[in-house]
């Protein structure tokens, strides 16, 4: 994820700013599926904003999911404000007022259940619903599991790690992935033989 602020990794969250829920309550129910949708920099200006990096396609749609949570899901925060800036938002979140809170927030991402996402197109597929699923070959042979999904500006490529040797990276096309069973929780993989077809896309 692209952030570019001060380095610091996603998950070198902040204690004690947000909506902190009851003990042994929970926003997003760990079971359920969650999708990241943004990630708080740095702060911006003096009275509580933040520079906001969203990965959706229309970077506001942000405001309109109503609480997001935290990794752990035991903080949630909504976009009061947002507009745009140069490649982020700057936003602002409710409760948050001062540069110092917005300061402790900065890498932490955000969080929306799945299921308030909208429906994918054919060939669209929203990375959390790839992760975890079985990759099997044209004849039905086991590859392994989908752990990650990359994409170093040519295209999406999946992390694939066997059970017995070493981790694949293949390119998500419809060449090299024909089929992708979400129902059935695999995808056939044709590996890549100096073929060419239509990627479809994720997001």
Request: glycine share 12%; with cysteine.
């Amino acid at each position: 994820m692209t952030g570019g602020d001060d380095g610091r990794e996603p998950d070198d969250l902040a204690g004690g700013i947000g909506h902190v829920l009851p003990e042994g309550e929970s926003v997003a129910p760990r079971a359920e599926k969650t999708i990241c949708v943004a990630r708080i920099g740095a702060a911006h200006g003096v009275r509580g904003a933040v520079k906001l990096w969203t990965f959706t396609e229309d970077p506001f749609a942000v405001t309109r999911y109503g609480p997001l949570s935290s990794k752990d899901g035991l903080r949630r925060f909504e976009v009061a404000q947002a507009r745009e800036a140069n490649g982020f938002l700057v936003a602002t979140l409710e409760g948050i007022t001062s540069r110092n809170e917005a300061e402790r927030l900065n890498g932490i991402e955000l969080y929306v259940a799945r299921d308030k996402l909208p429906a994918t197109d054919e060939d669209e597929y929203y990375h959390t619903d790839l992760i975890g699923l079985t990759a099997v070959t044209t004849s039905g042979e086991p590859l392994g599991r989908i752990v990650a999904i990359h994409n170093f500006g040519a295209g999406d490529i999946l992390e694939i790690a066997q059970e017995n040797g070493p981790t694949m990276l293949l390119p998500f096309s419809n060449a090299v992935v024909p089929e992708v069973d979400l129902k059935g929780g695999r995808v056939v993989i044709d590996p890549p033989q100096e073929i060419e077809g239509d990627e479809p896309s994720t997001v």
